[in-house]
């Protein structure tokens, strides 16, 4: 089946510095990637529609020039977060539509700003 | 969206019996819907979906009955095990081509 790899799956970093969160498509394709946001015991917060070779859709309340979202190809997405501090702490989510009305979501990646 | 900080719901349940989980959505245009398991640290996975042209559809140990006049889809598990316990998300696709996601149940299952 289709399978989303996100890397990396845990990153500590210090309060000022930007950190990159790459999301892949392994065997397949993904014109649109979507960057998710999800805090202790709650629901997943959709940021933003990544679409291959064109600029990203932000979801509202989403600051654009905080977390930079970059799919330069098919099969990569990346997410920035830019001079990062503490309340960005969070998991983060990528996730690919795989052409057929599903959806295949990475493992994640746990954000630790000190 | 509605799931956007809200706390998630809790069912607790003893090992063998049934679980259901229930999910209103809102969008009486959608005619796709996916059930979500997500495991504490990890991605949601895929359990089972449906279209809305069906109103049951039955998978290993799970069943999603799909009910478009109150706009309710559930998610059966039968036999539950230890292993089940996880957080359940519904997401339902429409015309926009963006899942929206419920606001997620939280599954004990205790030995």
């Known amino acids: 089946g289709a399978v989303v790899s996100q890397h990396p799956s845990r990153v500590i970093c210090k309060s000022g510095t930007s950190v990159k969160i790459e999301c892949r498509s392994l065997?397949?394709?993904?014109?649109?990637m979507f960057w998710y946001r999800q805090f202790p015991k709650k629901s997943l917060m959709l940021m933003a529609t990544?679409?291959?070779?064109?600029?990203?859709?932000?979801e509202q309340g989403v600051e654009k020039d905080k977390f930079l979202i970059n799919h330069a190809s098919l099969t990569l997405s990346t997410l920035t977060v830019t001079s990062a501090h503490p309340e960005d702490s969070s998991f983060y989510i990528c996730s690919a539509g795989t052409g057929d009305d599903g959806y295949t979501f990475g493992s994640g990646t746990r954000l630790t700003v000190v | 969206g509605e799931s956007v900080g809200l706390h998630l719901p809790t069912l607790s349940v003893q090992e063998g019996d049934n679980s259901i989980i229930n999910c209103a959505y809102s969008?009486?245009?959608?005619?796709?819907f996916i059930w979500y398991k997500q495991e504490s640290g990890k991605g949601p996975q895929f359990i089972i979906d449906?279209?809305?042209?069906?109103d049951k559809r039955q998978g290993q140990r799970v069943t999603v009955l799909l009910n478009k006049t109150v706009k309710h889809l559930s998610l059966q598990i039968a036999a539950t095990q230890p292993g089940d316990s996880a957080v359940y998300f519904c997401?339902?696709?429409?015309?926009?081509?963006?899942?929206?996601f419920g606001r997620g149940t939280s599954l004990i299952v205790h030995p």
């Open positions: 065997d397949f394709q993904a014109t649109t």
């Open positions: 990544s679409n291959e070779g064109s600029k990203a859709t932000y």
């Open positions: 969008n009486s245009a959608s005619d796709y």
């Open positions: 997401a339902e696709k429409g015309g926009s081509y963006i899942p929206t």
């Open positions: 449906i279209r809305s042209n069906m």
